[in-house]
């Protein structure tokens, strides 16, 4: 235990350090994208992009109105909590019926509960047989590496034997309430997983997993998506997949693990304010209340004061910290693999139109009427050249008129705005399992409108990764609705690919166009 808080403290005094400089937190994406043009004409790459972006630019730059990706995730319970395939005979069938409809890949959540089953025994066996299958039948694959668990797959046990020891492996709410969905960002740099710390312990998971399926990256394997938190999204659980919320609410933030505390208690000090350092806001809401039912998150809260700025700068940079930690590490072990990489990110669009932003608040996210929240998380992802997969596709406005100030229409195209500022591949994803007419329609939108915000063109998503292949995906009614959805879709990808007279300038050519004057990188800027 002695050698845990030494550690912690380590951890501490450098999340201290680096707390003094806030993470682009006045910069709006227009400046960012201008900046970007400018670098990308002056050296062909951009300034701030990692080795990976650079490594990829030439192949992750896509014409405007090529084809796109049509993706299907799988059911969760596809394996068994034994690590065998639950339904062999009825995936294939099922498998068959998406390949002839014209469905190109297939998307695999790949659960460190079902593969780690003791501390560094890897069993992939059930994965492997799942993917040949797939692959025998003419389907690229996405898989998902989700450090996170459901009701159906737990986290390892040896995990929660632990975590029974130390309940401060996991989120932990005001109320002392441990969140077993996923790990505290806290332990990511402390040997509190029997002598491993967080970070080794996924990139553990990673490398066993790049050994075991390395023929395959590139051929069968075309993308892998990082999970980095609940649901595999980049947020803290503060919406957590137990009773203790209910839609609208707000959600509590997730800094009460001691690990945590002791990096807050740091920071605070660095500032001169250790009162700040003994906890998250005393007057914020409990899960399942709404902003107005708290000092904090009301209009003229104290989200706003000096100590909610402070808080809510430290809760999101840690949140930040951990990305760029796991998503390095999956550089480190895939990076020279011809696979995608990506990340997912959730769509936290209740309380969106109110001044404070609350939901997105407690998930991680600093977004207020008065700051711009997601650009930082993006350009983390963004210098690894992470792809980003965004959620909610088929969330309609119409749907969430109420009083609880939902946009999920106007949240996705600020996603995909700053995605298009750093040219970031993008794929949408529908986050209920939806059949209904008003529901694939405004999927079918979030593919093909076209928009502009803030100045940026905002181009066609790359991919769609439909959720899920299920029973109730092949209900008579279902099946049909869900045949001429695809039908549309192919049919709005191939005329918008044989309308694309000229593709959009990719890295190499911006840099060329630029230093022969053919091409205005302000023009482009401004378009």
């Known amino acids: 235990m002695q050698s845990l808080e030494l550690h912690a403290r380590r951890a501490s005094s450098a999340a201290a350090s680096s707390s003094s400089t806030p993470v682009c937190s006045s910069t709006t994406i227009i400046r960012v994208h201008r900046r970007h043009l400018r670098d990308v004409s002056a050296s062909g790459t951009s300034a701030s992009a990692g080795p990976v972006l650079q490594r990829r630019r030439t192949q992750l730059a896509r014409p405007r109105g090529e084809h796109l990706d049509l993706y299907v995730s799988l059911d969760k319970d596809v394996l068994t909590p034994q690590n065998t395939l639950g339904y062999g005979e009825a995936l294939r069938v099922g498998l ?49 590496l989700c450090f996170h668990s459901t009701p159906h797959t737990p986290l390892p046990q040896w995990i929660l034997d632990i975590g029974s020891k130390n309940p401060d492996i996991f989120y932990t709410d005001k109320s002392n309430t441990r969140c077993q969905e996923y790990l505290s960002l806290g332990i990511d740099d402390l040997p509190a997983l029997n002598g491993r710390t967080g970070l080794e312990v996924y990139r553990d998971f990673m490398q066993s997993f790049r050994d075991e399926f390395n023929p395959w990256l590139g051929n069968n394997i075309a993308e892998v998506l990082i999970g980095l938190g609940p ?21 509590e933030f997730q800094c009460y693990d001691r690990y945590m505390l002791a990096t807050l208690k740091a920071c605070a000090e660095q500032v001169r304010q250790p009162s700040w350092g003994l906890g998250g806001p005393h007057d914020a809401c409990r899960y399942k ?34 990305a760029h930690a796991v998503v390095g590490a999956a550089g480190e072990v895939l990076g020279d693999a011809p696979v995608q990489l990506n990340a997912r990110l959730p769509l936290c669009h209740w309380w969106h139109n109110t001044a404070s932003h609350a939901a997105e608040l407690t998930a991680g996210y600093y977004h207020t009427s ?66 209904d007419e008003g529901a694939l329609a405004r999927i079918e939108a979030t593919l093909f409108d076209n928009a502009s915000s803030q100045g940026i063109e905002v181009p066609q998503v790359r991919a769609l990764s439909f959720n899920r292949m ?31 007279s000229q593709p959009s300038l990719d890295y190499e050519q911006l840099a060329e166009g630029a230093k022969g004057g053919s091409a205005s990188v302000v023009h482009l800027a401004r378009r």
């Open 96 to 144: 068959k019926a998406l390949k002839l409809l014209g469905i190109q890949g297939i998307t695999v959540d790949i659960y460190w509960g079902l593969v780690e089953k003791k501390p560094q025994q890897y069993d992939w066996q059930g994965y492997r047989s799942l993917l040949r299958m797939i692959c025998d039948m003419g389907f690229r694959t996405k898989v998902n």
């Open 470 to 500: 299920s029973d109730a995906m092949f209900e008579p009614n279902n099946w049909q609705a869900f045949k001429n959805f695809i039908r549309k879709v192919r049919e709005r990808a191939d005329l918008a690919a044989a309308q694309a």
């Open 231 to 251: 649901n595999g999204e980049l947020r803290y659980p503060s919406y957590p997949d137990d009773k203790r919320w209910e839609y609208p609410g707000v959600g």
């Open 289 to 322: 209340e709404w902003p107005h039912q708290s000092n904090f998150f009301h209009h003229n809260g104290s989200w706003a004061s000096a100590y909610g700025k402070f808080f809510l700068q430290w809760y999101s940079e840690m949140l930040l910290r951990h």
């Open 370 to 435: 008065a700051r711009e929240g997601y650009l930082p998380a993006f350009k983390v992802l963004a210098h690894h050249g992470v792809g980003v997969h965004l959620a909610g596709a088929e969330q309609r406005n119409s749907e969430k008129q109420g009083s609880h100030c939902a946009d999920p229409e106007k949240l996705l195209l600020l996603q995909r705005t700053v995605a298009a500022a750093l040219h970031m591949p993008v794929t949408a994803e529908n986050s209920d399992v939806r059949f």
